[in-house]
């Protein structure tokens, strides 16, 4: 029993040491063992563990050109690909596919998305008519009817809106507002006056000259077009929150009647734009509107009249083109690639285009085509033993959290709760969405996707003022991922994370827990970390913390960080710290791990 122990732990240490790096390495065949040949043995462990357990890993596995990193992650994700590379291939060459089926609609949109031929010769003819659109603004009315327009297919930019649960009454499903308007991926970006973000800022500038470009306009007025987008959404980030700011829950919960919106932005048609978005009733609207950032939408009011109508113009052309870019013929496809993928992301060389083309049809048919990947790569026997691992992990948790001893009994009692509420998805949603109204077909991409895409938002606005959908989620079935809805108190684990090298349910128990055993610890803190923790069992913006139990010190922190044998600092530490960082989410995930370590050793099994 004791050899048990020792190799149940020295697995799980190994395989979570490296587990964030990305490094695990497991065979597929049934049974197998960790690869041993991927630790660098010539190092002490005691001295460089890091290097010990990832060494050949890393030696044997450049970074590939197309990818800006590479971990077991990208390899799953690879794999995966490869699966539904067949499902598509299958279905765009179908002759005897049913009408309207979503394989019907699947094959379609793959088929024109691979039919380069096509897009070469098409040019920018697939934007001409919405390009005369814009052109054909005459008034601030036009401007804000050609914006709703655009918004209906997912462009146009000025701000996010979406529908969403009421973070204070998860019940309900309600209308989002949210700052946008910009196009890099943070305010800092436009704002940091140092080295590497003025280059950033003048590549951006160059990029959007280069599309102009591509639009027909000479250089002069491209470079004169960039400056003017660039005003315009530094103007928006000036206005808009940080990341950082965003992490409060309640920074960014603003209820708000119609009429209040309204208020808040005279000078922006609410009717236009929800009139174009089948939002016109205003029952719709009966039990509020979230409002992100107030200050954010102050300022965009004052730039509806402010900025120019020409530069509102560009502003739309600049929208419509860059959305469109990665979707259009290959001149449009290299200078979102140089842009987006290699200044920002440092990714050498595009992905074979059967990559980028399935990337394309999951944007916007994504869970019907997880629906047939979960069908090749997904048995109930995986999910059965999945949810008892997750059972497990919960129930390692829940016995550190009972004899805690910092923690006063009413704050101790509502976490036990919130545990105890916790809803477990595994693999694939129960209810898929119906997309039987879509139509496609074989004569334009960018048609195809547009019209995907004012399906879809339709979808998401059907749910305004209906009972929230238990059974939604937020990620597709062949997604290599997982994640915690604080507003659904739940933690989901689809399909496609659930594959070697982090889960084979005909594998060795301590290969499990070191591969999603780390997943399913990282979700279930979440429930509990800087922004989870403002969240109840119920999926509500409610504190159920004493006052006493809320404060923490730094010095406390510190020492949680500094001593890992001091489980119930660790446990304050994990349920209380206003985190900063990506990085001490994962450490709340290792000091899990750790608890779960404890219960192995003390009954000799999981």
């Not at 842009?339 to 992905?351: I, P």
């Not at 982090?502 to 970390?529: C, K, Q, R």
């Amino acid at each position: 029993m004791m050899t048990k122990i020792k190799k149940i732990y020295f697995i799980i240490i190994v395989l979570f040491s490296i587990f964030w790096s990305g490094t695990v390495r497991l065979q597929v065949k049934t049974g197998s063992a960790l690869d041993l040949n991927d630790l660098n043995t010539t190092v002490d462990p005691n001295v460089d563990f890091y290097e010990y357990s990832n060494g050949n890993w890393l030696k044997n596995n450049p970074i590939p050109p197309e990818y800006s990193s590479w971990s077991s992650w990208s390899e799953i994700r690879n794999e995966n690909k490869e699966i539904l590379k067949k499902i598509l291939e299958s279905a765009s060459k179908d002759k005897n596919v049913s009408q309207g089926s979503n394989r019907k609609k699947l094959g379609d949109l793959y088929y024109m998305a691979m039919d380069t031929v096509t897009l070469e010769k098409e040019g920018i003819s697939p934007l001409k008519n919405d390009l005369a659109k814009i052109d054909a603004i005459g008034s601030r009315e036009d401007f804000l009817k050609v914006f709703a327009y655009m918004k209906s297919f997912g462009s146009g930019g000025l701000f996010r809106l979406s529908a969403g649960q009421d973070d204070k009454n998860s019940n309900n499903v309600i209308l989002n507002l949210f700052q946008g308007g910009t196009s890099l991926p943070e305010k800092d970006y436009y704002l940091k006056e140092d080295e590497k973000s003025k280059k950033v800022r003048s590549q951006y500038a160059e990029f959007i000259t280069n599309i102009f470009a591509l639009l027909g306009y000479d250089k002069n007025a491209s470079l004169k077009n960039a400056q003017r987008i660039i005003d315009i959404e530094t103007r928006f980030a000036k206005a808009s929150m940080g990341r950082v700011e965003m992490r409060e829950p309640e920074a960014t919960y603003h209820m708000m009647t119609l009429d209040e919106v309204k208020s808040l932005t005279p000078d922006f048609s609410w009717d236009i734009l929800f009139g174009e978005l089948g939002l016109a009733d205003r029952s719709l609207f009966d039990k509020g509107i979230i409002v992100g950032q107030p200050e954010f939408f102050k300022e965009l009011n004052r730039m509806i009249s402010d900025v120019s109508l020409d530069d509102w113009k560009i502003y739309l052309k600049w929208n419509l083109a860059r959305s469109a870019s990665n979707k259009l013929n290959s001149a449009f496809e290299d200078e979102n690639f140089n842009f987006n993928s290699k200044v920002l992301r440092g990714t050498e060389q595009k992905d074979l285009r059967w990559k980028r083309s399935i990337d394309i049809v999951e944007s916007v048919m994504g869970e019907p085509l997880g629906k047939l990947f979960a069908e090749e790569r997904f048995s109930p026997d995986t999910k059965t033993k999945a949810l008892v691992m997750v059972e497990n992990i919960k129930t390692a948790f829940r016995e550190r959290l009972k004899v805690n001893e910092w923690m006063s009994e009413a704050t101790k009692k509502e976490a036990l709760k919130k545990l105890s509420l916790f809803t477990v998805k595994i693999g694939y949603t129960d209810k898929w969405k119906d997309y039987s109204g879509l139509q496609t077909d074989r004569n334009s991409l960018y048609e195809n996707l547009k019209n995907a895409a004012v399906y879809n938002l339709k979808l998401n606005f059907d749910k305004i003022g209906k009972p929230v959908n238990k059974d939604e989620w937020f990620i597709t079935p062949q997604t290599v991922n997982a994640y915690y809805s604080a507003s659904k108190n739940e933690i989901v684990f689809p399909a496609g994370i659930m594959q070697p090298p982090f889960f084979d349910p005909d594998a060795d128990d301590a290969l499990n827990y070191g591969g999603i055993g780390a997943v399913i610890a990282h979700e279930i803190t979440h429930g509990f970390d800087d922004q989870g923790r403002k969240f109840d069992g119920e999926g509500n913006l409610k504190d159920w913390w004493t006052e006493s139990d809320s404060k923490i010190s730094k010095s406390a922190l510190t020492n949680s960080l500094s001593n890992t044998a001091d489980m119930s600092q660790l446990i304050r530490f994990i349920l209380t710290v206003n985190l900063r960082s990506v990085k001490i989410l994962r450490i709340s995930a290792e000091r899990l791990l750790l608890m779960m370590l404890c219960r192995i050793h003390s009954k000799g099994k999981i």
